[in-house]
Structures are given as C-alpha cells and as structure tokens.
C-alpha cells in the first residue's frame, strides 16, 4: 500500500473515532476562590460534539448561595456565565444540564454537567474588615437624664393625642341645628324649585347650580341624620347616608352628585337634558328617601 493509501486510512479512521466519542460537558471557573460580592466566571463547554448539533442548555432559575450577574451566549456549544455570593462557605455549583443528540444514534440525551466547588470568603484585610459584632460600651450614668427625659416626652405626647382624639369625636357627635323654619325636605324642595327656573346651558351656569344641589341634598341628610355632612366629600357622604337607605337609592343619589363633582371639579360639560333629568330624578329619590328616614316609617 502506498503512503497515499495509508494517510487516507488513517484519515477515516480518526474520523470513525470521533464519530463515536462521547460528547463530555466540561466546567471551568475564573476563580476557585473569591470574596464576598467579587463576581467571576464560569464557562461551560461541551467536547466531542458536532458543530450544528441542536443543544438544549438547562439552567436552574437559582443555584443556591450564589446571583447570577450576566450571561454570555454568542456560542451554542459553550455558556460562560458571571456570577456572584453574599454568604461565606464552600459552596458547589450543581444542578446544570444539557440536552444534546448522541454521536451513536442520534437520540436525545440529557448530560450533566460535573460539581465545581468554590470558596467564599470574608475581606480580612485594610479598612474592609467586617465587623458583625460590636463592642459593648458602657453608658455614663450622668448621661440617664436623656432617657428620662426623652420617656417624660413620650409620655406628654401619648396625652396630647388622646386629647385631641377626645376632642375630636365630640366634634364628630356635635348635633346640628336646624336653623330654619321649614322642615328638612321643605327645604330641599324650595331649592329644586329655584334650581329648575334657572339656566343649564353653559358650563359656569351648570357648575353653580350642580354646586347649588349638591349642598342641598347635604343639607337635607345632614339635618335628618344630626351629622355634618355638608363638610364631607361625597365619597364620605355615601359611607354616612349608606345605613339608612336602600342600596339602589343609595347608588342613584351618590351617581348624581358625583355627576355634579365632575362638573364642578374636572371642568365637564354635561347635556343640558341630562341635568334637567338629574334634577328631576334627585327630587323623587328624596322624596322616597324621607319616608324611609322618619322614624315611624
């Protein structure tokens, strides 16, 4: 056989070899020893594996006591990963594995790859040193009349504020007087009256009226429940009204005077028809609302 002959054999043989060698997964690190929050690398390699094979890398979400800082995946065959620890020790890197097609027969194989230890260690040196523990100092006992004075002030405060939350429920409770000689829904009608001869057509016109309204329909709960809600939003009126009518009334009153609040509030234009219904159905709610709030009702 001529040289020719052989190189070409030895050729194919090295090629048939390969062809059957067992894909390996390797890991390396940058380091095997670092400090706290030092991050450094660790590559993972796959060996004996052909150059389009499909790969599937499994990365665990966490590896226990170490953060992931970046990832490098510009090459299919190969990971190399920066990561980082917090917590002293020796801790192992495990739990990586890679799906690959075997050099045999082309089947899928899950591989994994081999346990890298790495230590974690304190900066013991200069101005780094951590210190968990402090020294026990002892306190001056001419220094004690900070403590009391600082328990006197405490204890001046925790009085203070009772007070005032004395003070203000009872400004909460205050009754309200009437101050009028017409009763409570006579009054509200006198104001619906007025409020339908007046115009709806531009946005000042309806924001004093919607103003006009809203204080009225306050006024009337306000002097049947004994409650200041005319100082309150509407929001805080409903939580108030809410005990002592029925829900679906409840809702519609609530509806039109948040109408009114867009108006006078966020600027809004209403139809003039829509304030004209609103006027109209406020006035019949009322009226239900009255019977409902006597209390032989």
């Not at 089947?107 to 040196?125: A, C, G, M, N, S």
């Not at 402090?134 to 925790?158: N, R, T």
């Not at 409020?195 to 006009?212: A, C, G, R, V, Y």
């Amino acid at each position: 056989m001529n040289r020719k002959g052989i190189v070409i054999l030895i050729g194919l043989l090295f090629a048939g070899i390969s062809s059957f060698a067992q894909i390996t997964p390797v890991i390396t690190s940058s380091k095997e020893k670092v400090l706290i929050g030092e991050p450094f690398k660790i590559k993972l390699e796959l060996k004996a594996i052909d150059r389009n094979a499909i790969v599937q890398w499994k990365l665990p979400d966490t590896i226990p006591h170490f953060e992931y800082v970046s990832f490098d995946t510009s090459d299919l065959l190969k990971r190399e990963i920066t990561i980082t620890s917090f917590d002293s020790g020796l801790w192992a890197i495990d739990n990586i594995t890679v799906i690959v097609p075997s050099n045999v027969n082309a089947k899928q194989q899950e591989l994994k790859f081999p346990v890298k230890e790495i230590l974690v260690e304190y900066d013991t040196t200069g101005s780094q040193v951590l210190n968990d523990v402090k020294p026990i100092i002892e306190v001056d006992a001419a220094d004690k009349w900070i403590g009391y004075a600082v328990a006197a002030a405490a204890l001046l405060s925790l009085i203070i504020l009772f007070i005032l939350f004395r003070r203000w429920k009872k400004k909460k409770v205050t009754i309200i007087e009437e101050g009028s000689t017409y009763s409570a829904l006579e009054d509200f009608q006198r104001t619906i009256e007025k409020l339908k001869q007046q115009s709806w057509d531009t946005q000042l016109e309806q924001k004093q009226n919607f103003t006009e309204l809203s204080h009225a329909v306050k006024r009337y709960f306000e002097r049947n429940l004994k409650q200041p809600i005319t100082r309150l939003t509407t929001d805080e009126a409903a939580i108030e009204i809410k005990p002592y009518l029925v829900n679906d009334r409840l809702i519609a009153i609530i509806q039109i005077l948040r109408l009114g609040d867009a108006v006078k509030f966020a600027k809004f234009t209403a139809a003039k028809q829509e304030c004209v219904n609103a006027l109209e159905e406020i006035e019949l709610l009322i009226k239900k609302s009255d019977t409902e709030l006597k209390p032989d009702a």
